[in-house]
Antibody, heavy 126, light 108 residues
């Protein structure tokens, strides 16, 4: 079964650092981009960035560039999202998701996040 | 950056009725890069439609997607009780993904 398993909920204080994880199984982890999505309480989905584990090519949303770091360790099929100094406004659910690019006869016919992790709740409070 | 808007913000319907949700982009989006997701309370999003009109694995055929350019539609032909949820459109362009703000489909 293809799945993404995320690390557990975290409660942190402002200014602390944090690294959450997303472990893929049931497929060749290196071959698929992994994206991160934020959902603040009661709000919508926000795309944060994406990484290709094979070569660690990483792209960030302008809204999150410089605010977080996305990384991956293909040897253990795990992607990471980290903060160096958390703020209360980082309180949110964070999802990882696998990007599937569907190609038919050499043409891309679909590019979307087919597989999602269950989410990691991060609470930042003094 | 392409901005997506969704309408209506909330759609109040009864089971068995037809739901039509709209996603409009600030500039043209390739059909290949337009997707729809469903999210229920306390759950992760689930992919419904990719490539504007292709159903994802396991998605019932009462869900359909259409559109091109800047205007896309998700249609639920007959609402089942489990379809009451929030629906998001998403696009990919210029190495960036963006989500729309969502449409909540609730029970009338």
């Amino acid at each position: 079964e293809v799945q993404l398993v995320q690390s557990g909920a975290e409660v942190k204080k402002p200014g602390e650092s944090l690294k959450i994880s997303c472990k893929g199984s049931g497929y060749t982890f290196s071959n698929y981009w992994i994206g991160w999505v934020r959902q603040m309480p009661g709000k919508g989905l926000e795309w944060m960035g994406i990484i290709y584990p094979r070569d660690s090519d990483t792209r960030y949303s302008p809204s999150f560039q410089g605010q977080v770091t996305i990384s991956a360790d293909k040897s253990i099929s795990t992607a990471y999202l980290q903060w160096s100094s958390l703020k209360a406004s980082d309180t949110a659910m964070y999802y990882c998701a696998r990007r599937d690019i569907v190609v038919v006869s050499g043409t891309i016919v679909g590019d979307a996040f087919h597989i999602w992790g269950h989410g990691t709740m991060v609470t930042v409070s003094s | 950056e392409i901005v997506l808007t969704q309408s209506p913000g909330t759609l109040s319907l009864s089971p068995g009725e037809r739901a039509t949700l709209t996603c409009r982009a600030s500039q043209s989006v390739s059909r290949s890069f337009l997707a729809w997701y469903q999210q229920k309370p306390g759950q992760a999003p689930r992919l419904l439609i990719y490539g504007a009109s292709s159903r994802a694995t396991g998605i019932p055929d009462r869900f359909s997607g259409s559109g091109s350019g800047t205007d896309f539609t998700l249609t639920i032909s007959r609402l089942e009780p489990e379809d009451f949820a929030v629906y998001y459109c998403q696009q990919y362009g210029g190495s960036l993904f963006t989500f729309g703000p969502g449409t909540k489909v609730d029970i009338k």
